[in-house]
């Protein structure tokens, strides 16, 4: 049974390979892919009919296996058979020939053709594929009716025309497209009006009659354009600047005026380069001691060809009002030759090489260029960033418009508690233990010291406040002696690191100090209102800074500088960070008032003092009155009270060139509409259906105005709204 079941996958198989190669061969021939898909399922259906895989029996696999092995001593049918109907030497037999058959058929493949199958494929999609590049059978696709053939421009007279009055026809039209040098695609020349090619192409037209004619002359969104008169032909070329509509006129020896249908223009835009980079951060930075480099790795393509493309880095130095900046413009690595569509471009940027310093920054993009001319379309990627840390720049500064020093004596930073803490390490083996310790602690308060400043600017408690040198009490006022009434005998010769004053550096203070006269002049940061210096982004990593520097100065209290020593490093990481965040440059502007008379201040007089009033006239810019008074015209027209006249000429050729500019952009779409304009116009199809006809898509066309404030008559609501919405999109 396994055996049968890999006979027909093969057998299945053969016929998917034989109509995927007929599915892809009819592709190619119709540029279709749902008749390639359709000719798939035919091919599979038709195969597998002529191969019929579904008859692989057990009987019929049997009789292969039989023939084919010889261990098998033609007995496999003993397999198929009841096992309760054989005699004793057929069921030895069967025995045997099972054991047999258990080891030689998962060796043994069943009968295909897989390899046939599969040249036959690639055949079939060779030819499709030839027969594709070479454009062999062109005529298919008109032939079946998946595309429309060439028109050929027909002429209609605008006027009634006796039977006496030759028709003019047209026995060649050529319309030859070339197309600008840097697309490399030549020139082409074909018989189709409807014309399709490249921004700034020029288009080239040759018209031959069948009998004397004059003035000829191209219309092209209102613009009338004659053609030269070359021996028997008229010609004129003009270039393809935008997409719109066109048509031809002529006159005949009756001095009757014929004219065409309206044609298509369509200007295919040269789209600008597009850049791609990969495998790069936005923001990339590097430590003092890091391999200062960045690889950037980038892929530039084009429509028709790159022209050039390189790298503009811009090296930061400096800060504040004393930023200094230098451009440099950076070749890639491999080079560029003009005309590649696709490049793959690399360049290792080394912050060394630019010269840049530690707190520098390198601001840099990919500039792209493509051949169009006479103006090049120019692509500019993302801009990326690379900074060299600054980790030596003091954090805090004096306020220098007070003129007040408010730091500390004693305050160390945590790059200096991070370096003694290392010296500390280092020295742990050749100092005493007592010595250790002490210098632990010693950087523990150091470090407690540093996280209650930072948590001044959080609007922190602060947990040094000034301790009173004495204790009254209320009864005797002498000082409070200890629960046994003994002295502190250790008073003198302790560090009181709970105290602001601990290092003794400034005299103990009196209880009762005088006011700060400096209060109302400087930020109090222990006060959370106050506390403004930072924005929410900001506060949250300062106050990660501080729950690390618990941290820290728990181990340095423990004696294990060694465990504290990382969460040292996290927090000078953060403090970095945010100093370096961001820099505001602020523009300093002023606010000069008018000159008031003083003779007239507080006087109360409004003698002079009037309302100011101003008015002006404007007036309303309808850009598609034409159309709409085409829309009510045509509908007195289908009503039959009114009959053309002259003047609605003029309309109608108005309603045309608004239409031709709004449909400018997909000039397909409005096709027949405007045909169908054109026709009312020149008195070619001036019926009730065409009427009709143009109204509806005129309507359609029309842009939705802008519901102006103002009092409406009725009541509609919401549900009525939609029904009339759904009315419209319907109709």
């Keep these: 049974m396994k055996f049968n079941r890999r006979w027909q996958l093969m057998a299945y198989l053969e016929a998917a390979l034989i109509a995927l190669g007929f599915g892809v061969l009819v592709y190619f021939l119709l540029n279709s892919l ?17 191969k019929q895989p579904w008859k692989l029996n057990l009987n019929r696999t049997s009789l292969y296996i039989d023939a084919h092995v010889k261990e098998a001593s033609f007995s496999t049918g003993l ?4 096992e309760n109907t054989l005699s004793n030497l057929a069921k030895l037999q069967r025995c045997r020939v099972s054991n047999e058959l258990k080891k030689r058929l998962g060796t043994i493949t069943p009968p295909n053709k897989i390899r046939q199958a599969a040249l036959v494929m690639f055949a079939l999609i060779a030819v499709g594929f030839a ?50 040098t840097y697309t490399r695609q030549g020139t082409k020349t074909s018989i189709d009006p409807n014309v399709k090619a490249v921004t700034n192409s020029r288009i080239q037209w040759v018209l031959q009659f069948d009998h004397l004619v004059s003035q000829v002359s191209m219309e092209r969104m209102g613009e009338t354009i004659p053609l030269t008169k070359v021996e028997n032909t008229y010609q004129i070329e003009v270039s393809l600047i935008e997409s719109g509509f066109y048509n031809f006129t002529f006159t005949n020896e009756d001095g009757t005026v014929f004219t065409s249908d309206l044609f298509a223009l369509e200007a295919i835009p040269d789209n600008h380069p597009e850049v791609e980079i990969f495998g790069l951060p936005q923001y990339s930075y590097f430590d003092a001691s890091d391999a200062k480099k960045v690889e950037l790795q980038s892929t530039i393509s084009d429509d028709f060809g790159i022209s050039d493309a390189y790298i503009i880095a811009t090296v930061s130095k400096g800060s504040g009002e004393s930023v200094k900046f230098r451009e440099e413009k950076l070749k890639f690595h491999e080079q560029i030759t003009k005309g590649q569509k696709k490049i793959k471009v690399t360049r290792s940027l080394d912050l060394n090489i630019l010269k840049m310093e530690v707190g520098d920054e390198l601001y ?25 840390k600054d980790t030596v720049t003091e954090l805090f500064v004096v306020e220098g418009t007070l003129g007040v020093d408010q730091m500390p004596d004693y305050f160390r930073s945590q790059r200096q508690l991070i370096i003694d803490t290392e ?27 540093l996280r209650l400043k930072y948590g001044q600017f959080m609007g922190d408690e602060s947990e040094m406040e000034e301790v009173p040198s004495e204790i009254i009490t209320e009864a005797s006022g002498e000082e409070e002696n200890h629960e046994d009434g003994e002295e502190d ?32 002049y ?8 106050e506390s403004t210096l930072f924005e929410e982004s900001l506060k949250t990593k300062l106050r990660k800074a501080l729950s690390i520097m618990w941290d820290a100065e728990l181990y340095l209290r423990l004696y294990e500088p060694e465990k504290s020593l990382p969460f040292q490093y996290d927090a000078l990481k953060l403090i970095q960070e945010i100093k370096n965040s961001a820099r505001i440059y602020v523009h300093r502007i002023g606010f000069d008032p008018p000159p008031i008379k003083e003779e007239s201040r507080l006087t109360g007089s ?64 409005y096709l027949q509409l405007l045909q169908g304009l054109k026709g009312i116009e020149n008195n070619t199809q001036r019926t009730i259906s065409n009427y009709k006809f143009v109204q509806k898509g005129v309507l359609s066309a029309l842009p939705q105005t802008k519901q102006l404030p103002g009092s409406k008559m009725g009541y509609a609501d919401e549900i009525n709204s939609l029904f009339l919405k759904q009315l419209e999109t319907y109709d």
């Design 606 to 669: 409004i003698k002079d003092v009037g309302n100011f009033r101003k008015n002006k006239s404007m007036e309303v810019v309808q850009p598609f009155k034409a159309m709409e008074d085409a829309v009510a015209r045509l509908e007195t027209l289908i009503s039959g009270n009114s009959i053309f006249k002259e003047k609605d000429k003029v309309l109608f050729t108005a309603a045309g060139i608004e239409l031709a500019r709004l449909a400018i952009e997909n000039p397909g779409e």
């Design 364 to 388: 840099f993009y990919i500039e792209a260029f493509d051949e169009k001319e006479p103006k090049h379309n120019v692509t500019r990627s993302e801009t990326y960033f690379a900074v060299i």
């Design 522 to 529: 400087l930020h109090n940061h222990d006060n959370p209102e």
């Design 423 to 449: 010296k500390l390490i280092k020295d742990k083996p050749t100092i005493p233990t007592k010595e250790f310790k002490f210098r632990s602690n010693e950087l523990g308060f150091d470090q407690k010291a």
């Design 79 to 82: 397999l198929l058979l009841p």
């Design 131 to 180: 027969v594709h590049k070479l454009e062999l059978f062109s005529k298919v696709d008109s032939i079946l009716g998946n595309t429309s053939t060439p028109e050929e421009i027909q002429f209609v007279a605008t006027d009634t025309v006796t039977r006496q009055t030759i028709i003019p026809k047209i026995i060649e039209q050529a319309i030859t497209v070339y197309y600008p």
């Design 489 to 520: 005998l250790l008073k003198g010769y302790s560090h009181d690191h709970d105290g602001d004053n601990e290092h003794n550096l400034v005299p103990a203070q009196k209880s009762e100090e005088a006011e700060d006269p400096l209060h109302d």
């Design 34 to 50: 749902l008749s390639g898909l359709l000719a798939f399922v035919v091919g599979l259906l038709v195969v597998a009919l002529i």
